[in-house]
C-alpha cells in the first residue's frame, strides 16, 4: 500500500511542473507578451479567452468523464491518454513562433484540458488506495510533493531562461511530467474493462445525473460545494493574478515575480507537510476553516501593501495555506463519496473547482478596469472567502468513522 501512496504522490510532482511553470509563471508571460504582444492588452485577452474556454471545456466534461470511468472500471487508460495528451501538447509549444496566436491558442487549451481532465482520475485512485482515516493525510501528503515538484521545475526553467533558452523549458516540463507519471501507471490498481466504452459513455451520463440529483437533494453536500465554489473561486483568482500585480502594481521584475513564486510553493511544500498530520487529527473543515481566516487577512492586507518586501511577507503566509486548503478540501470531499462511485464524484468537484476558474478571474478583471485599480479588486476577493466560510459553518462535520 505504501508504494501506491508514493507512486499516487508523484503524479503530483509530475503535474505540478505544469502548473507552475505553463499554467502560472512563465508561458503566461511568453504567450502574451512575445507570440500575441502585449499591446493595449491584446495577450490579456487572449491568454484569458484560452484559460476560460478550456476551464469550461473541463468543467461540461469532467463529470461525465467521471462517470465513464467508474462504469467501464478504465480510469488508469483515461489518466494515461490524458497525460500523454498533455506532453505532446506542451513539447509542441517549441514550435510556435511570434505571431502564431491561433495555434498557440489551440495548443494551450489543448495541454489544459489534458492536464485538467486527469485530475478527475488521478484524484479519484485516492479513496482506493487508502483507508478514510488516511484521506486528509495522504491529500496532503500529495499537495506537498506537488509544491516540491513546482519548485524544481521553476529552478531548472529559471537557469534555462538565464541562459536564453525559453525553447528548453517547455521539452524540460514534458520530461518532468512523463518521467514522474511512469510510477502512477505502473502501480494503480488495474482497469476493471468491465463494459465497453459505448456502453460506458451511456452509463456514465446516467450516473452523472444521478450524482447530480443526490448532491442537490443532500444538504451536507451541496452545502460544501457551494461553499468549495466560493473559496476556490477566491484561491484561483489570486493565483492567476498575483504575478500581473506583482508586475503592475509593485513593479516587479521577471525575475523577482519567479523568485516570488519559488517563495510561495516553498511555504506551500512546508504547509502542506506539517497539516497532513493535523488533519484527520483536527477534523478536515477546521483545517479549511483555519485557513480560509488566513487568506481573508491576506488579501486585506495586499489591498494595503506599497513594498515588495511586504508583498514577499503577504505572499509567504498565502503559500502556507494554500497547499494546506486544496489537500483539507479533497479530502474533506471524499468522505462524502458513496463507494465505487469515486471518480464520477470527483468528476463533479473538478467541475466545480473549474467552474470557478472561469468566474473569478473575470470578476477581477471587470472590477480592476472600473476602477482603474488593481486593489479594490483585490479586496473584493475576501468577500469570496468569508462567504464560503460562512456557508461552511453550517456543514456537518463528516469523520471517517461517520
Not at 489544459?112 to 486528509?136: A, H, M, Q, T
Not at 466560493?230 to 503592475?248: C, E, K, P, Q, R
Request: hydrophobic residues 50%; contains cysteine; charged residues 10%.
Amino acid at each position: 500500500m505504501k508504494k501506491k501512496i508514493i507512486a499516487w504522490t508523484l503524479f503530483d510532482f509530475a503535474n505540478s511542473s505544469y502548473s507552475a511553470v505553463i499554467a502560472a509563471v512563465i508561458f503566461p508571460v511568453y504567450y502574451a507578451t512575445v507570440i500575441v504582444g502585449n499591446t493595449a492588452g491584446l495577450g490579456d485577452l487572449w491568454w484569458g479567452r484560452a484559460i476560460s474556454l478550456s476551464m469550461f471545456l473541463v468543467a461540461v466534461g469532467s463529470p461525465i468523464l467521471g462517470g465513464i470511468a467508474d462504469v467501464s472500471g478504465r480510469r488508469k487508460s483515461f489518466l494515461l491518454i490524458l497525460t500523454l495528451g498533455a506532453i505532446t501538447a506542451v513539447l509542441l509549444f517549441t514550435t510556435i513562433r511570434p505571431g502564431m496566436i491561433v495555434y498557440g491558442f489551440f495548443l494551450i487549451v489543448m495541454a489544459n484540458i489534458c492536464v485538467e481532465g486527469g485530475f478527475v482520475f488521478y484524484n479519484s485512485f485516492l479513496p482506493v488506495i487508502v483507508e478514510r482515516k488516511d484521506y486528509g493525510k495522504v491529500s496532503a501528503l500529495g499537495y506537498g510533493v506537488g509544491y516540491a515538484g513546482s519548485i524544481v521545475a521553476l529552478l531548472i526553467a529559471m537557469y534555462l531562461i538565464s541562459k536564453g533558452t525559453i525553447s528548453y523549458v517547455w521539452i524540460e516540463v514534458a520530461l518532468l511530467f512523463g518521467i514522474f507519471s511512469i510510477p502512477v501507471f505502473l502501480n494503480m490498481p488495474r482497469d476493471a474493462r468491465e463494459k465497453s466504452i459505448l456502453r460506458s459513455a451511456l452509463g456514465g451520463m446516467k450516473q452523472t445525473l444521478e450524482t447530480i440529483r443526490h448532491l442537490v437533494t443532500e444538504k451536507n453536500s451541496r452545502l460544501f460545494l457551494l461553499s468549495y465554489f466560493l473559496y476556490t473561486d477566491g484561491v484561483n483568482t489570486v493565483i492567476v493574478f498575483s504575478g500581473i500585480f506583482a508586475v503592475s502594481t509593485l513593479g516587479f521584475s521577471k525575475i523577482e515575480v519567479i523568485t516570488l513564486f519559488l517563495a510561495v510553493q516553498f511555504f506551500a511544500l512546508i504547509g502542506s507537510l506539517i497539516i497532513s498530520s493535523l488533519t484527520d487529527r483536527l477534523g478536515a473543515r477546521r483545517v479549511v476553516q483555519g485557513s480560509l481566516l488566513v487568506w481573508v487577512a491576506v488579501t486585506v492586507f495586499a489591498y494595503y501593501v506599497q513594498t515588495k518586501p511586504g508583498f514577499y511577507i503577504i505572499a509567504s503566509f498565502a503559500g502556507c495555506v494554500l497547499g494546506t486548503i486544496q489537500a483539507a478540501s479533497r479530502g474533506f470531499y471524499a468522505l462524502f463519496i458513496p463507494a465505487k462511485r469515486e471518480a464520477e464524484f470527483f468528476g463533479v468537484y473538478s467541475t466545480v473547482g473549474k467552474t470557478s476558474s472561469i468566474i473569478g478571474p473575470l470578476i477581477f478583471g471587470i472590477l480592476s478596469e472600473h476602477f482603474k485599480s488593481q486593489r479594490p479588486a483585490v479586496l473584493s476577493i475576501a468577500v469570496l472567502f468569508i462567504s464560503g466560510l460562512i456557508l461552511l459553518h453550517f456543514v456537518k462535520n463528516k469523520t471517517a468513522n461517520s
